[in-house]
């Protein structure tokens, strides 16, 4: 794949430069690039809860692909049906230097507006012959039914890891060894395994670690410098009552709080009695949506473990 040396950041160095290079499932990017050659790309929704899935690097790569014009909006900052109205609509509707689609990508569209996103239903229609987008966002529950159904959506929460861990590994090797930097392929897999599914913090590990152990990969838990790698595993050993006060030493030792919530989502059959999975996604939930506003992190995980304990396997 092609890089840019220019960029400090690892992760900004490799970002995907075409669809090719974008970590998707062999039938989703097959389709895409189907939609690239025959310049008819519908209107798209990429989604995922977590950040770092690659929704915005599938978006640039798809432009790239394409070379066409592109508008990115960000639905955070301009979120008023007035944006539609003036700004959109003023781009969509002329036609483009090479007689190719054009492209708006709506980003972080669950934070738009509710007229907006009526808005939007008529004007998809109107100026699909002109204009292509692509809508990405945390929440797509959050967009309004009769527009989401209008694209063609895809959660990158849902994809299956079996078809997922092949290409990280491999692209995680790429870049460890277009780096220069000695590893072990064997201490790849606690990375994968902590930061799944988020391919950003995969890399930034990468770079951590290797910085800071100059040119070489060295995993050790011990320095914390890890984010907590493998000590998920370890944590979720301690969640019985018999064992409670070590479990509040060993959260307390955590730094990368958040990321445990996702992964107990993904690992719930691991720990937890079947018959209590319906309660135990709840409760993640729950203390996920809390740990938002949470003035202490680890409190706040502690606490969630502590109503989990009911249902440990």
């Not at 507006?113 to 100026?127: P, S, V």
């Not at 090797?173 to 995969?202: H, W």
Request: aromatic share 12%; net charge negative.
């Amino acid at each position: 794949m092609k890089f840019d040396k220019t960029k400090s950041v690892w992760y900004q160095r490799y970002l995907p430069q075409t669809i090719d290079d974008v970590i998707l499932p062999d039938t989703i990017k097959a389709k895409l690039k189907k939609y690239i050659e025959n310049d008819s790309l519908p209107a798209l929704g990429f989604w995922s809860a977590e950040p770092g899935l690659g929704k915005s690097s599938t978006c640039n790569a798809i432009i790239k692909d394409l070379g066409c014009e592109a508008m990115f909006i960000n639905s955070s900052m301009e979120r008023s049906i007035d944006v539609i109205r003036t700004k959109i609509q003023a781009f969509a509707s002329a036609c483009s230097f090479d007689d190719k689609k054009k492209l708006v990508v709506m980003d972080e569209f669950d934070n738009f507006t509710r007229d907006g996103m009526d808005a939007f239903r008529a004007f998809l229609d109107e100026y699909s012959a002109n204009c292509a987008f692509i809508f990405t966002g945390n929440y797509k529950e959050k967009v309004k039914e009769p527009l989401l159904n209008r694209l063609e959506n895809y959660d990158f929460m849902d994809f299956k890891k079996e078809e997922m861990i092949k290409p990280i590994f491999e692209r995680l090797c790429f870049i460890l060894d277009n780096e220069g930097v000695k590893y072990e392929q064997k201490d790849l897999a606690p990375i994968i395994k902590t930061f799944y599914p988020s391919i950003r913090k995969m890399v930034g590990a990468l770079q951590r670690l290797s910085v800071e152990k100059d040119g070489k990969l060295v995993l050790d838990v011990n320095e914390g410098s890890l984010d907590n790698l493998n000590s998920y595993d370890e944590l979720m050993e301690l969640v019985h009552p018999q064992s409670y006060l070590n479990m509040v030493q060993k959260v307390n030792s955590i730094t990368n709080v958040n990321g445990i919530y996702t992964y107990l989502y993904h690992n719930c059959t691991k720990y937890f009695r079947e018959e209590c999975l319906p309660q135990v996604v709840v409760v993640i939930a729950k203390y996920q949506d809390m740990s938002v506003n949470a003035r202490d992190l680890n409190l706040n995980l502690c606490a969630c473990l502590t109503e989990l304990m009911n249902f440990r396997s």
